[in-house]
Protein backbone atom coordinates (compact mmCIF):
# COMPACT_ATOMS: atom_id res chain seq x y z
CA UNK A 1 0.00 0.00 0.00
CA UNK A 2 2.71 2.28 0.31
CA UNK A 3 6.69 1.43 1.44
CA UNK A 4 6.00 0.51 5.20
CA UNK A 5 2.41 -0.59 5.13
CA UNK A 6 1.05 -4.13 3.08
CA UNK A 7 -2.54 -5.16 3.24
CA UNK A 8 -2.61 -9.18 4.46
CA UNK A 9 -5.75 -11.24 4.50
CA UNK A 10 -6.38 -13.41 7.50
CA UNK A 11 -9.68 -15.27 7.53
CA UNK A 12 -11.14 -13.70 4.58
CA UNK A 13 -10.30 -10.64 6.31
CA UNK A 14 -8.73 -7.55 5.20
CA UNK A 15 -5.56 -6.08 7.40
CA UNK A 16 -2.98 -3.28 7.30
CA UNK A 17 0.22 -4.63 8.24
CA UNK A 18 3.69 -2.18 9.37
CA UNK A 19 6.81 -3.66 7.50
CA UNK A 20 10.28 -2.54 9.26
CA UNK A 21 11.69 -2.73 5.27
CA UNK A 22 12.78 0.39 2.74
CA UNK A 23 14.00 -2.57 0.19
CA UNK A 24 11.81 -3.79 -2.49
CA UNK A 25 11.04 -7.07 -1.53
CA UNK A 26 9.72 -7.87 -4.98
CA UNK A 27 10.39 -11.67 -4.05
CA UNK A 28 7.75 -11.55 -1.23
CA UNK A 29 5.73 -8.31 -1.26
CA UNK A 30 3.32 -10.40 -3.91
CA UNK A 31 -0.62 -11.93 -3.88
CA UNK A 32 -0.24 -15.29 -2.54
CA UNK A 33 2.54 -15.09 -0.30
CA UNK A 34 2.36 -16.67 2.72
CA UNK A 35 3.13 -14.33 5.64
CA UNK A 36 3.98 -14.33 9.12
CA UNK A 37 2.58 -11.53 11.39
CA UNK A 38 2.33 -10.44 15.13
CA UNK A 39 -0.50 -8.11 16.54
CA UNK A 40 0.21 -4.35 16.83
CA UNK A 41 -1.47 -2.93 20.04
CA UNK A 42 -1.05 0.91 19.27
CA UNK A 43 -0.61 2.65 15.61
CA UNK A 44 -2.40 2.51 12.20
CA UNK A 45 -1.61 -0.87 11.29
CA UNK A 46 -3.22 -4.22 13.16
CA UNK A 47 -0.19 -6.35 12.96
CA UNK A 48 3.38 -6.22 11.83
CA UNK A 49 4.65 -8.85 8.95
CA UNK A 50 7.82 -10.06 10.12
CA UNK A 51 8.38 -12.87 7.71
CA UNK A 52 7.45 -14.45 4.66
CA UNK A 53 7.19 -17.73 3.36
CA UNK A 54 10.17 -19.49 1.67
CA UNK A 55 11.02 -23.45 1.15
CA UNK A 56 8.69 -24.11 3.97
CA UNK A 57 10.38 -21.63 6.51
CA UNK A 58 10.33 -18.23 6.66
CA UNK A 59 12.38 -15.12 5.35
CA UNK A 60 12.89 -12.53 8.00
CA UNK A 61 11.82 -9.30 6.15
CA UNK A 62 11.81 -7.02 9.20
CA UNK A 63 15.31 -5.23 9.80
CA UNK A 64 14.35 -4.95 13.59
CA UNK A 65 13.98 -8.58 14.10
CA UNK A 66 16.78 -9.40 12.03
CA UNK A 67 19.21 -6.94 14.81
CA UNK A 68 17.54 -8.10 17.57
CA UNK A 69 18.51 -11.64 16.57
CA UNK A 70 22.33 -10.26 15.38
CA UNK A 71 22.50 -8.72 19.68
CA UNK A 72 21.56 -11.82 20.57
CA UNK A 73 23.57 -13.80 19.04
CA UNK A 74 26.62 -11.10 19.94
CA UNK A 75 25.38 -11.23 23.63
CA UNK A 76 25.21 -15.07 23.71
CA UNK A 77 28.61 -15.73 22.36
CA UNK A 78 27.46 -17.33 19.02
CA UNK A 79 29.21 -15.26 16.56
CA UNK A 80 32.87 -16.71 16.44
CA UNK A 81 34.39 -13.86 14.94
CA UNK A 82 33.01 -11.49 17.18
CA UNK A 83 34.61 -13.22 19.90
CA UNK A 84 35.40 -10.74 22.96
CA UNK A 85 33.70 -8.04 21.69
CA UNK A 86 31.16 -6.00 23.50
CA UNK A 87 28.58 -3.63 22.40
CA UNK A 88 28.96 -0.24 23.94
CA UNK A 89 26.31 1.92 21.58
CA UNK A 90 23.46 1.82 19.07
CA UNK A 91 23.52 4.14 16.50
CA UNK A 92 26.32 5.88 16.31
CA UNK A 93 28.02 9.23 14.50
CA UNK A 94 30.78 8.39 11.88
CA UNK A 95 31.55 11.33 9.74
CA UNK A 96 28.49 12.25 7.70
CA UNK A 97 26.39 8.81 8.59
CA UNK A 98 24.79 6.85 11.14
CA UNK A 99 26.56 3.78 12.12
CA UNK A 100 24.48 0.52 13.34
CA UNK A 101 26.96 -0.41 16.24
CA UNK A 102 29.88 0.48 18.76
CA UNK A 103 31.58 -2.21 19.91
CA UNK A 104 34.41 -3.05 21.79
CA UNK A 105 37.48 -5.75 21.89
CA UNK A 106 40.57 -5.44 23.85
CA UNK A 107 39.95 -1.68 24.74
CA UNK A 108 39.35 -1.45 20.35
CA UNK A 109 36.65 0.24 19.05
CA UNK A 110 34.81 -1.20 15.94
CA UNK A 111 32.09 0.73 14.42
CA UNK A 112 29.88 -2.23 13.00
CA UNK A 113 27.11 -1.94 9.92
CA UNK A 114 24.38 -3.77 9.14
CA UNK A 115 23.06 -4.49 6.12
CA UNK A 116 19.37 -6.85 5.10
CA UNK A 117 20.40 -9.49 2.90
CA UNK A 118 16.90 -10.46 1.48
CA UNK A 119 17.08 -10.80 -1.80
CA UNK A 120 17.63 -14.82 -2.90
CA UNK A 121 19.91 -15.80 -5.75
CA UNK A 122 19.09 -19.54 -5.79
CA UNK A 123 21.24 -20.71 -2.66
CA UNK A 124 22.63 -17.14 -2.36
CA UNK A 125 21.45 -14.54 -0.40
CA UNK A 126 22.05 -10.58 -2.09
CA UNK A 127 22.10 -6.86 -1.12
CA UNK A 128 20.80 -4.97 -1.88
CA UNK A 129 17.54 -5.09 -3.93
CA UNK A 130 17.38 -1.45 -5.22
CA UNK A 131 19.82 1.74 -4.70
CA UNK A 132 20.57 2.92 -1.43
CA UNK A 133 22.11 6.13 -1.31
CA UNK A 134 21.83 5.88 2.82
CA UNK A 135 24.29 2.27 2.04
CA UNK A 136 26.61 4.52 0.12
CA UNK A 137 27.36 6.94 2.64
CA UNK A 138 27.38 4.43 5.25
CA UNK A 139 29.77 2.34 3.45
CA UNK A 140 32.35 5.15 2.25
CA UNK A 141 32.22 6.07 5.72
CA UNK A 142 33.60 2.73 6.94
CA UNK A 143 36.08 3.11 4.36
CA UNK A 144 37.34 6.20 5.25
CA UNK A 145 37.47 5.15 8.96
CA UNK A 146 39.70 2.23 7.84
CA UNK A 147 41.91 4.35 6.38
CA UNK A 148 42.87 6.65 9.10
CA UNK A 149 43.69 3.27 11.14
CA UNK A 150 40.02 2.31 12.88
CA UNK A 151 38.17 -0.65 12.82
CA UNK A 152 35.10 -1.53 10.44
CA UNK A 153 32.99 -4.37 9.78
CA UNK A 154 30.37 -4.50 7.26
CA UNK A 155 28.01 -7.33 8.13
CA UNK A 156 25.27 -8.52 6.00
CA UNK A 157 22.48 -10.68 7.60
CA UNK A 158 20.94 -13.03 5.53
CA UNK A 159 17.77 -13.41 6.44
CA UNK A 160 16.76 -16.70 3.86
CA UNK A 161 16.52 -20.03 4.73
CA UNK A 162 18.86 -22.40 3.08
CA UNK A 163 21.75 -20.17 1.78
CA UNK A 164 25.32 -20.87 1.38
CA UNK A 165 26.83 -17.98 0.91
CA UNK A 166 26.28 -14.04 0.68
CA UNK A 167 26.88 -12.11 -2.71
CA UNK A 168 26.46 -8.33 -3.22
CA UNK A 169 24.38 -7.68 -5.84
CA UNK A 170 25.58 -5.69 -8.81
CA UNK A 171 22.55 -4.88 -10.82
CA UNK A 172 20.52 -3.46 -8.52
CA UNK A 173 23.23 -0.91 -7.35
CA UNK A 174 26.80 -0.99 -9.40
CA UNK A 175 28.36 2.26 -6.98
CA UNK A 176 27.18 0.06 -3.43
CA UNK A 177 29.24 -3.25 -5.10
CA UNK A 178 31.98 -0.65 -6.37
CA UNK A 179 32.15 0.15 -2.58
CA UNK A 180 31.77 -2.92 -1.06
CA UNK A 181 34.71 -4.34 -2.85
CA UNK A 182 36.41 -1.13 -1.80
CA UNK A 183 35.80 -1.38 1.41
CA UNK A 184 37.45 -5.16 1.54
CA UNK A 185 40.71 -3.71 -0.36
CA UNK A 186 40.84 -1.13 2.43
CA UNK A 187 40.74 -3.15 5.32
CA UNK A 188 36.53 -3.39 6.36
CA UNK A 189 35.85 -6.62 7.90
CA UNK A 190 33.34 -7.47 5.49
CA UNK A 191 30.78 -10.48 7.08
CA UNK A 192 27.74 -12.52 6.83
CA UNK A 193 25.53 -14.27 9.20
CA UNK A 194 22.58 -16.48 8.48
CA UNK A 195 19.05 -16.25 10.18
CA UNK A 196 15.67 -17.38 9.29
CA UNK A 197 12.02 -17.92 11.00
CA UNK A 198 10.95 -21.51 11.73
CA UNK A 199 7.39 -21.32 11.91
CA UNK A 200 6.54 -24.96 13.40
CA UNK A 201 7.86 -23.84 16.88
CA UNK A 202 8.02 -20.04 16.14
CA UNK A 203 11.51 -19.59 16.26
CA UNK A 204 14.29 -17.68 15.41
CA UNK A 205 17.26 -19.90 14.10
CA UNK A 206 20.89 -18.80 13.58
CA UNK A 207 21.35 -21.14 11.19
CA UNK A 208 25.22 -19.76 10.10
CA UNK A 209 27.17 -17.51 12.39
CA UNK A 210 30.22 -16.66 9.45
CA UNK A 211 28.36 -17.47 6.57
CA UNK A 212 30.73 -17.63 3.05
CA UNK A 213 31.31 -13.64 1.30
CA UNK A 214 31.58 -14.01 -2.57
CA UNK A 215 33.52 -11.01 -3.83
CA UNK A 216 33.45 -11.31 -7.44
CA UNK A 217 35.92 -9.21 -8.84
Not at 53 to 61: F, M, Q
Not at 82 to 111: A, F, H, P, Q, T
Not at 118 to 131: E, I, N, Q, T
Request: charged letters at 30%; hydrophobic letters at 35%.
Amino acid sequence: MNKFVVEVTVKGESYRAYLNNTGRLTQFLARGKVGFCLRKKTGKTDLRLFSVKDRELGAIVDTKLQTEAFEKSLKDGLIPWLDGCKLIRRNVKLGDSVIDYLLERDREMIYLEVKSAVLRDGKHAMYPDCPSMRGRRQIRELIRHTGGGGLGILLFIAALPEVEAFKPNREADPEVYKLILEAERRGVEVKSISIHYDPRDHSVLLSNPDLRVLLDR
